[in-house]
């Protein structure tokens, strides 16, 4: 069966860190890539980074560029999203997709409040 699971999210103020944590389970993490999204209530889940299968490959919306990181553990299988300079547009679930039937977390919040 398979199984992401989110973690790390939090409420934090504008410029400050979090770092999300995703655990996946159930299928060949080694062998998919993974992906972040996040949405906002009332709108459209919005693709944020994606890593591929080997770590080699990463890629960031515009939006974070420059604040956000993706990376992976296939140790632990677990990918991560480091996230810096948070602002207050960042607010939103994020929830962490991937394996081999393009599965879903369950989300993990994150506010962004001064």
């Known amino acids: 069966q398979v199984r992401l699971v989110e973690s790390g999210g939090g409420l934090v103020q504008p410029g400050e860190s979090l770092t999300l944590s995703c655990a996946a389970s159930?299928?060949?993490?080694?062998?998919?890539?993974m992906r972040w999204y996040r949405q906002v209530a009332g709108k459209e889940r919005e693709w944020v980074a994606a890593?591929?299968?080997?770590?080699?490959?990463?890629n960031l919306a515009d939006s974070v560029k420059g604040r956000f990181a993706i990376s992976r553990d296939d140790s632990k299988d677990t990918v991560y999203l480091e996230m810096n300079n948070l602002k207050i547009e960042d607010t939103g679930v994020y929830y962490c997709?991937?394996?081999?039937?393009?599965?879903w977390g369950q989300g993990t919040q994150v506010t962004v409040s001064s």
């Open positions: 997709n991937g394996g081999p039937d393009n599965s």
């Open positions: 159930g299928f060949s993490f080694i062998n998919s890539a």
């Open positions: 890593i591929t299968s080997d770590g080699r490959y990463r």
